[in-house]
């Protein structure tokens, strides 16, 4: 009979009531790692065991880097703050610096990594490189760590709007929400209102109110996002939910900004409204189809990731944020007909764009060359 293998045991060593997102850090650490699939043990093991020391607060990528590496160990100013020790008598000596808060006496066998020698990790998740945050818990330190904690969670390859607009906005309610306890399915739910809304306003000609409101929306689904990682909530269905709304709502705002043409007296002719229709909305097809073929011949690396110059082009491809500022510019001047045209034409080269970096890609596996993320790059 084939036993079952055991669960990776964590154990925060030692006490802190400081809390960080309304969580101390045993509770945060046990979070971490029920979503890693591992089991929270308030005892250190005889055995192999990952080791987190209360008295610090790091980022979750950090364990997500440490969990397959048997014998590493994180440090800040020389005291083990993270550790995955191999063995028995590893996690004793690890556990026993963690206790004393200092450093360790004995490091044969452990591979010590200190933080202030700037180690960088690839989060593949978020797409970006980077060295995650690891800080001394205290209540002095909290707003800071709170602050690195929500900036750790957003995605390094985005929108232009998403990476340098909404961040201090949906910072500020990511923490409302968490002093509240408004769960990131809450925040969904409200934006999805707000989304319903603004598409309404659209399909009558309300575009200021309409933008407004979807403006609403697009900064609360940034919000229940962070919130998730922040808290470390996230769910199953939460991902569906919120990811499944962002797939499916941008095609009915182009299409109902298009119907609302016509109480301003611009409506398209019937041959200008397919097109236009026809390009943004198979464009949006399309382009979807080429980021799903890339990632399931690559490894299910995004497209956005493969080199500088996608991940610069992600900041402005035809996405919902990118076509909302091509919209609002051309609602300064009163023409939200040109506004749309201009949308199109934006989608069609997008396409082009990603259509061309599809072939290309396959030119370079055909030479026998492996395609790699720029972010993999130490």
């Keep these: 009979m084939v036993q079952e293998k055991q669960a990776m045991p964590v154990v925060t060593i030692g006490e802190n009531f400081v809390k960080l997102w309304g969580l101390t850090m045993a509770r945060r650490v046990a979070r971490i790692a029920r979503a890693a699939g591992l089991v ?47 063995d028995g008598g590893q996690a004793a000596r690890i556990a026993q610096a963690m206790m004393q808060g200092t ?18 990790v ?45 961040p201090e906005w949906a910072l500020v309610l990511t923490r409302i929400c968490a002093k509240l306890g408004i769960t990131p399915n809450m925040v969904t739910s409200v934006g999805a209102v707000f989304c319903v809304v603004a598409t309404v306003l659209f399909a009558y000609g309300h575009y200021w109110a309409g933008m407004a409101t979807g403006l609403v929306f697009m900064v609360l689904d940034t919000v229940d996002g962070k919130l998730a990682r922040c808290t470390i909530t996230s769910s199953a269905w939460g991902n569906v939910f919120d990811h499944g709304m962002d797939l499916v709502h941008p095609p009915f705002w182009w ?57 610069w082009f992600r900041l402005i491809t035809a996405r919902r944020n990118p076509n909302m500022v091509i919209l609002f510019v051309a609602m300064l001047f009163s023409r939200p007909d040109l506004g749309l045209i201009a949308v199109a034409w934006w989608t069609a080269l997008s396409c082009l764009v990603h259509a061309v970096r599809l072939v290309q890609a396959w030119t370079v596996r055909a030479r026998g060359s492996k395609i790699t993320s720029w972010l993999s790059e130490g």
């Design 40 to 86: 929270s043990l308030d005892e250190v093991p005889a055995g192999p065991a990952i080791l987190s020391n209360a008295a610090h607060a790091w980022d979750p990528a950090w364990f997500g880097n440490i969990t397959d590496r048997p014998g590493v160990v994180l440090t800040l100013g020389g005291i083990p703050a993270l550790a995955h020790a191999a």
């Design 103 to 120: 450093p360790l006496a004995d490091t044969s066998g452990l591979d010590v990594i200190a933080y202030e020698d700037g180690p960088t």
């Design 122 to 166: 690839e989060n593949k998740q978020l797409r970006k490189r980077e060295t995650p945050f690891l800080m001394p818990l205290v209540p002095e330190t909290v707003r800071a760590i709170e602050r690195a904690s929500y900036f750790g969670a957003y995605k390094g390859v985005t929108d232009v709007l998403t990476k340098y607009l909404w």
């Design 255 to 311: 299409w109902f900004w298009a119907t609302g043409l016509g109480f301003w007296g611009m409506a398209y002719d019937p041959v200008t409204f397919w097109w236009v229709q026809g390009a943004i909305q198979g464009g949006y097809i399309v382009q979807r189809l080429i980021e799903g073929a890339f990632m399931r011949q690559n490894g299910m690396m995004h497209i956005h990731v493969w080199t500088r110059f996608d991940s």
